[in-house]
């Protein structure tokens, strides 16, 4: 994975709700779902939403945590390499010029949070009822019916 590289979620297969200080990701065709603590919130936040790189997000949280920029851009990559492996985010192919540039426009004159890595919990109790597609697949009663098995 490259530092310079932006991601996107892997839409239409993972669906996203993101809040303050937490994330819920679903994935449909694994049928897993996930959580994400409030680092990796923000760093998915910046990800997708404002198109950030990885390089772009360490600058960003280097301000914010007390971590310099190179251990911040090996958790980012690290988080998001995690991320990509779960099949939760893929390469953005958009052009480069498109990307956000950096925000530096945070303030620095606050305290420095300490760095508690981003988290990324997987559930998997519910993959066979994520794996319906309660509005397309119902027999005639109107019940859910699973797809079948590639």
């Avoid at 669906?15 to 303050?20: F, G, L, P």
């Avoid at 680092?39 to 772009?56: F, H, K, P, V, Y």
Wanted: charged share 25%; glycine share 2%.
């Amino acid at each position: 994975m490259q530092a310079d590289q932006c991601y996107r979620l892997d839409a239409p297969a993972v669906a996203a709700q993101i809040d303050e200080a937490e994330a819920i990701l679903i994935h449909f065709d694994s049928g897993s779902y996930y959580t994400l603590n409030a680092l990796g919130t923000e760093i998915l936040q910046r990800l997708i939403e404002a198109r950030r790189s990885a390089r772009d997000i360490a600058i960003q949280l280097a301000r914010r945590y007390d971590a310099n920029d190179d251990a911040l851009t090996l958790v980012v990559r690290d988080f998001i390499q995690r991320l990509f492996d779960e099949r939760l985010v893929t390469p953005d192919d958009a052009s480069p010029s498109l990307h956000s540039a950096p925000d530096t426009t945070l303030p620095t004159s606050e305290p420095r949070l300490p760095l508690v890595g981003p988290e990324l919990t997987k559930y998997s109790d519910l993959e066979d009822l994520l794996k319906l597609d309660p509005i397309h697949d119902v027999d005639e009663a109107g019940w859910p019916v699973a797809r079948p098995a590639p």
